[in-house]
C-alpha cells in the first residue's frame, strides 16, 4: 500500500529541502564506495597491522580478501544495566560470523553513560555532547577500513543517535544495529513514581525511596518506561536497521542471543562481496526518516527525538524541521500508552502485540511508507511480524496477531487513543518549543498564569521546600540551553511540579532545557529555542508576567506588550560553575559550537 497523499507530500517537501545536500551525500557515498570500502586498499603495513591478533586462518583469509569481515562497534559497560547484556555479544557476533562464512573483530568501542544516574548531577551536562562524541568514536574505529559492513551495539539514549550519526557518516558500509533488550518488569511505574512523590513530600525517608528504586530498575536490561531509549529502538526497527521483531525481547533469553546471531549473518550477508549490497547511506531515505517520525507520533516517544532525529537526518544529507515533524503529529494517531503515557511497560506493549501489530495498522491506514529498503530486504511489510524462537533455535516470524493482547496498551487506527500523535511544536513570541502531549489531560493543556523565573533546577526546588509554590504558576528554569550548560535533562522537576498539580495547582514548565521521554503529566514547554544566552525572549521574562501555554493551538506567549519586550535586557548570568568539574572543562569547545536546539543541537554543523 502506499502512503497517504498528506503524508507523501510533507516526504517531498523534504525531498525538495534536501535535494543539494543529499546529491553531494550520495556522491560522497558512492566515491567512498568505489575507492574500496574494506582493506583491499591497504598496503602490506596496514594489513599487518590490522589482523596482528588474528588466528592464522584468519589472517589468510583477510589477506586475500576472500571473506568478508564484520566490525563491531559496541557501548558495553558493565556499570549501566541497558550495556551489560553486550558483554557476551562479541562472541555471539564472531561465532555467526565464522558459521556464515566471515570474520568480526571489534572495531571500538564507545562510551555509554546514563540520564538516570546523571539526573540532577554535574554529568547530566555531558549527557547531550555525549551524542557527538559516540559519533567521533565510532569514526575513529571504522576508520582502520579493515571492514566491509558493521554491527552497532547500542541501546540508550544519546548512544543509538550517536552511533547512527556515524553509521550514516560511513554510508558506503551496510549497518545492522543490534539492540539488548528491555530488563523484565518490576514494580509498576505509576507506584515508583508515587513514592518519589512521598519523597519530595518529606512523607517517606530515603531508605522507601531506594527500594522502590531498586525494585523498579533491578536488572539487565533498560528502563522499561517508554523515554528516550526504548524509543531509539522503535526508531531502528520501523526505519529497518534492526532485523525484523528485534527490538523488546529481553536479554540474556534464548531468542535474544538467536536475534543477535541472526543479525550478524544478515550484515555479513549484505555487504558488496555478496549479491545483496545494502549501503545504509543510500538504505535510508527520506521515507525512512519520515517512518521513524510517524512511530514517534503513533507509540507517544520520546521529546528528544525532535533533537536527534534533525542531527541524524542531517548525516545523510536529510534535512528536517521542527515544522515537518508537527505536521506528521496532527497527521498520526496515538496508538501505544506505555508508560508514562499509561500504566503499562514495554514490555506489556511487547506481548500485546508489540512494533508487528503497531506497524502493520500503520501500514494498513497508509501513514507509513511500505516501498522502502531495510537491512532485511525490500519494503516494510516484513516488519508487520512477531519473532519467535524455532525448533532448532533459530528465529521464526510469524504475522503480528490481528487482535491487540490489551487494548488499553495497544490499539488499532481505527479506535486511536488520541487522533494526534503525541508530541507538538509550539511556537509564538517566546519563540519554538515541543511539548509532549500524550501524557497530559487535556483539560491541563491549556495553562495561563503568572510566572516564576529561576535560572536552575535546585533552585524551583528549594522553592518548593520553602512552601513558595502553593498557587497556580508557570516555572521559566532558563539558561539551560545547549550553549549555556549543555542543555540537561530537568526530569527532577517532575515530580515536585507533579506533586504541586496534585494539589490543585495549575502549573506548567517553560524552559531551554530538555526534559526526557519521561516527560510527564504537567504540561512542559522545553526546548525553548533562540535560548536565554542567545538573547532569546525566554531571558527576558519576569517574575509575574503572564504566561499562556496552549497545547492544543501550538501556542506559546508571554502576554506583555512587544514594545515592552524588546527593550528589556536578558539578566547577566554567571555560568562559570558550570564550566569545570566533572569534564565539563573538556567541552568548552562544545558548547561554543553548538547549533540551536531546532537545528539538531549539535557540534557539527547546523542542519
Known amino acids: 500500500m502506499t502512503a497517504r497523499k498528506d503524508i507523501e507530500a510533507i516526504t517531498e517537501r523534504i525531498r525538495q529541502r534536501s535535494r543539494n545536500s543529499r546529491d553531494i ?19 602490506c603495513g596496514n594489513l599487518a597491522h590490522g589482523f596482528a591478533a588474528c588466528a592464522p586462518a584468519e589472517k589468510t583469509a583477510l589477506a586475500g580478501d576472500r571473506v568478508p569481515n564484520l566490525g563491531i562497534i559496541t557501548s558495553y ?34 562510551p555509554a553513560m546514563c540520564d538516570g544516574v546523571t539526573q540532577g548531577q554535574p554529568g547530566m551536562e555531558l549527557s547531550l555532547f555525549s551524542r557527538d562524541v559516540i559519533a567521533m568514536a565510532t569514526a575513529i574505529g571504522l576508520s582502520h577500513n579493515m571492514f566491509d559492513a558493521a554491527v552497532y551495539l547500542g541501546v540508550c539514549d544519546k548512544i543509538v543517535p550517536g552511533l547512527a550519526i556515524a553509521a550514516l557518516t560511513f554510508g558506503h558500509l551496510p549497518a545492522v544495529f543490534i539492540p539488548a533488550g528491555p530488563m523484565t518488569t518490576g514494580i509498576p511505574n505509576d507506584e515508583k513514581a508515587r513514592v518519589r512523590q512521598l519523597y519530595a513530600e518529606g512523607k517517606v525517608g530515603r531508605a522507601e525511596l531506594l527500594e522502590a528504586e531498586s525494585k523498579s530498575y533491578h536488572g539487565p536490561g533498560t528502563c522499561t518506561f517508554y523515554g528516550t531509549a526504548n524509543s531509539n529502538q522503535m526508531l531502528m526497527e520501523i526505519m529497518g536497521l534492526h532485523t525484523p521483531g528485534a527490538s523488546f525481547v529481553n536479554p540474556n533469553t534464548p531468542l535474544r542471543d538467536a536475534l543477535t546471531k541472526e543479525a550478524a549473518k544478515r550484515a ?80 506489556h506493549f511487547h506481548a500485546a502485540g508489540g512494533l508487528g501489530f503497531l506497524i502493520r495498522e500503520l ?74 502531549t500524550s501524557a497530559v489531560k487535556p483539560e491541563r493543556r491549556l495553562i495561563e498564569a503568572p510566572a516564576i523565573v529561576l535560572d536552575s533546577q535546585q533552585a524551583l526546588n528549594d522553592a518548593f521546600k520553602a512552601g513558595q509554590l502553593d498557587r497556580d504558576f508557570v516555572a521559566v528554569i532558563r539558561f539551560q540551553g545547549p550553549k549555556a550548560n549543555g542543555m540537561p535533562e530537568l526530569h527532577k522537576l517532575t515530580t515536585i511540579l507533579g506533586v504541586l498539580q496534585d494539589r490543585g495547582h495549575k502549573v506548567a514548565l517553560v524552559t531551554d532545557g530538555r526534559m526526557s521521554g519521561a516527560s510527564g503529566k504537567v504540561p512542559a514547554a522545553i526546548h525553548v529555542t ?26 506559546l506567549e508571554v502576554l506583555a506588550p512587544a514594545s515592552e519586550l524588546a527593550v528589556r535586557k536578558v539578566p547577566d548570568i554567571d555560568l562559570s560553575a558550570n564550566d569545570h568539574g566533572f569534564g565539563r572543562e573538556l567541552f568548552a569547545g562544545f558548547r561554543q559550537m553548538v547549533a540551536r536546539a531546532d537545528h539538531g543541537a549539535s557540534a557539527f554543523g547546523t542542519a
Not at 558459521?99 to 568480526?104: D, F, T
Open 530 to 555: 533562540p535560548e536565554a544566552l542567545e538573547g532569546g525572549v525566554i531571558g527576558r521574562i519576569r517574575d509575574g508576567d503572564i504566561i499562556r501555554l496552549d497545547a492544543d493551538n501550538g501556542t
Open 77 to 110: 559497560n558493565d556499570m549501566l544495566s541497558a550495556h551489560q547484556p553486550f558483554e557476551t555479544f562479541p562472541q555471539l557476533i564472531k561465532q555467526a560470523a565464522k558459521e556464515a562464512g566471515g570474520i568480526a573483530q571489534v572495531a571500538g568501542g564507545v
Open 268 to 347: 555479513l550477508a549484505i555487504t558488496a562481496m555478496g549479491n545483496a549490497y545494502t549501503p545504509v547511506g543510500r538504505m535510508i531515505d527520506e521515507r525512512s526518516v519520515v517512518n521513524g517520525i510517524v512511530g514517534l507520533h503513533a507509540t507517544g516517544g520520546s521529546t528528544n527525538h525532535t533533537i536527534h532525529l534533525i542531527a541524524m537526518a542531517h548525516a545523510a544529507g536529510i534535512q528536517i524541521t521542527w515544522q515537518d515533524i508537527s505536521d506528521l503529529s496532527e497527521a498520526t494517531p496515538l496508538l501505544a500508552r506505555v508508560y508514562p503515557n499509561g500504566l503499562a511497560d514495554v514490555n
Open 25 to 43: 551525500y550520495l556522491e560522497r557515498v558512492d566515491n567512498a564506495a568505489s575507492r574500496g570500502a574494506n582493506r583491499a586498499v591497504l598496503s
Open 363 to 436: 501500514l494498513d491506514a497508509g501513514l507509513l511508507h511500505e516501498d522502502v529498503q531495510t537491512v532485511w530486504g525490500e519494503g516494510l511489510r516484513p516488519y508487520a511480524i512477531e519473532a519467535r524462537l524455532g525448533p532448532d533455535g533459530g528465529v521464526i516470524r510469524e504475522a503480528a496477531p490481528k487482535i491487540s493482547g490489551d487494548e488499553k496498551v495497544l490499539t488499532t487506527f481505527a479506535k486511536p487513543f488520541q487522533p494526534t500523535g503525541g508530541l507538538r511544536v509550539l511556537a509564538g513570541n517566546i519563540g519554538h518549543a515541543i511539548i509532549k
